[in-house]
C-alpha cells in the first residue's frame, strides 16, 4: 500500500514538473546579466546572442551534480566548437553570497582542471540578475543547480533541464534548435 501510494505521489511530481518545462518552452529570455570570468574579457550583450542558438549553462564548483555533468557537457562544447550559428554561455555560480569574481575565479579554475572545459570562456552572474530572470519563469522549486537552456535564434527557450543532462540529449537538443525556422 505505502509503495503504491509512493508511484502515486512520484507520478504526480513529473506530471507537475512535465507541465512546468511545457510553460517554461516558448518564453523569450533576451535580458542577461553574465560578465566575464575566464578565458574571455567580452560581457554578454543581447547583440551577441541574436540569430545564435544559444546553450545556456548555470553550474556551481561546488555541486555534485554539476560536477558529474561537467564533463559532458564540455565534450558538447567541444563537438560545436568552430560553429558560429552555436554560442555557449557556461556559467560559473557561488555558493555564497555576495562572492569575489576573484574567489569565484579560482574554485572555478580548481573545478575545471579536474572536470575539463578549462579552454571555453566562463561568465559569471555577479548579481544574480540572470537566475533571478529565469526564476521567474519557474514556479517549482526555484532555481537548481545544475540548470541548461536551449535558446533559438529568437531567444526563445527551446529546451530547459533543471538537473544533469546528458551529452547525447543536449546535443540531439542543439541540432534541433538550429533547424528550427526563424
Known sequence: MLAG???VAGTCGLLFIGREKARIIGQTITELDLQPLMNTDKPITPEMMTGKVVVLHFWGFWCGPCALEYPSFAKVQRAFKGDESVLFLSVSCSD????TDESLGFYTKKF???????EF???????????????????????SYPTTLVLDGQGKVTDIWRDAVTEKTLASAIEKAKLAKP
Open 121 to 143: 570562456p566562463i561568465y559569471s552572474d555577479p548579481v544574480e540578475y540572470s537566475r533571478a530572470q529565469l526564476s521567474k519563469l519557474m514556479t517549482t522549486g526555484g532555481f
Open 5 to 7: 501510494l509512493f508511484m
Open 112 to 118: 575545471l582542471d579536474l572536470y575539463g572545459g578549462e
Open 96 to 99: 555564497k553570497p555576495n562572492d
